[in-house]
């Protein structure tokens, strides 16, 4: 199982960072859709109450139709990113409340299919503007989430004892969260340099990227709060050894409209 998991996961780095790095917008753009909003509204509706697959096909569809305004308007992205505040603002308070709330999600099958749409599409168009910016912005965000990930876990297993979300994650702690604090702090302190932040920049760049790593930890715990109303393990079981798509990319889906929003709103895109 861990051989699986690892060949599966220097082929997902090789074969994303390629991608990254050499297809141009328009197709980067196009795999990310088919990868994020695709297979990713797959596990979506298989999370939210669609066990048919004719139910799961037709969840999936109305979540891809909606993402045809825009590839094909590609409207104003603060616009379309700005969406998120409410919908993750949203989910932090879900968390917050669970497991007092747990039954709520069953309950309202359709409209947390339809929530994929303010999730899916949101993350998926950041993700295609900051390959606009240059790919460099996507490469950091992409290590930013996982160093904040790895580090939580070797810092959580050392001097964990304080459980950050019992109810969802019980392997996740406050110790942990404080590893991946300080540890994205100084790569983003370093990373400010090589995407050559504008001077005077750096600091607002460093907090941005703090408040990122958190929201990312949020997406990761709200895909754990679906998964434990499903009743499931993962996602899916696309990815050997990785589970689903959505595993893969549950903190991106916060952390990506947020980082992109941030480096709009504050000035901080510098145009490498």
């Known amino acids: 199982?861990?051989?699986?998991?690892?060949?599966?996961?220097?082929?997902?780095?090789?074969?994303?960072?390629?991608?990254?790095?050499?297809?141009?917008?328009?197709?980067?753009?196009?795999?990310?859709?088919?990868?994020?909003?695709?297979?990713?509204?797959?596990?979506?509706?298989?999370?939210?109450?669609?066990?048919?697959?004719?139910?799961?096909?037709?969840?999936?569809?109305?979540?891809?139709?909606?993402?045809?305004?825009?590839?094909?308007?590609?409207?104003?992205?603060?616009?379309?990113?700005a969406v998120s505040i409410p919908v993750w603002l949203a989910v932090l308070v879900a968390l917050k409340i669970y497991p007092r709330n747990a039954g709520f999600y069953k309950k309202h099958?359709?409209?947390?299919?339809?929530?994929?749409?303010?999730?899916?599409?949101?993350?998926?168009?950041?993700l295609m503007e900051l390959h606009a910016m240059h790919y460099t912005y996507v490469m950091y965000l992409i290590t930013l989430v996982a160093l904040a990930d790895t580090a939580a876990y070797f810092t959580g297993r050392t001097f964990g004892r304080t459980k950050l979300a019992p109810d969802l994650s019980p392997g996740k702690t406050n110790e942990g969260m404080s590893g991946a604090v300080l540890a994205t702090a100084l790569w983003a302190w370093l990373a400010s340099y090589w995407?050559?932040?504008?001077?005077?920049?750096?600091?607002?760049?460093?907090?941005?990227?703090?408040?990122?790593?958190?929201?990312?930890?949020?997406g990761d715990l709200f895909e754990s709060l679906l998964k434990r109303e499903a009743g499931v393990k993962d996602s899916g079981s696309i990815l050997p050894g990785h589970g689903g798509i959505l595993d893969r990319i549950d903190s991106l889906l916060a952390a990506a409209p947020l980082f992109t929003l941030g480096l709009l709103w504050l000035g901080i895109y510098s145009g490498v």
Do not use: N
């Open 195 to 218: 995407l050559a932040i504008p001077e005077g920049k750096h600091l607002m760049f460093m907090v941005l990227s703090l408040f990122v790593v958190l929201m990312s930890v949020a």
């Open 109 to 126: 099958a359709l409209s947390m299919r339809l929530s994929g749409i303010l999730v899916l599409l949101p993350a998926w168009y950041a």
């Open 1 to 81: 199982m861990l051989k699986q998991r690892v060949i599966t996961g220097l082929v997902l780095i090789l074969l994303v960072f390629a991608g990254i790095q050499f297809l141009p917008t328009e197709l980067f753009g196009l795999f990310s859709l088919m990868f994020i909003v695709g297979l990713g509204a797959w596990e979506w509706a298989g999370l939210t109450g669609c066990y048919l697959p004719e139910k799961r096909m037709a969840g999936t569809m109305m979540i891809l139709l909606a993402s045809v305004p825009l590839v094909f308007i590609r409207p104003d992205p603060v616009i379309v990113l």
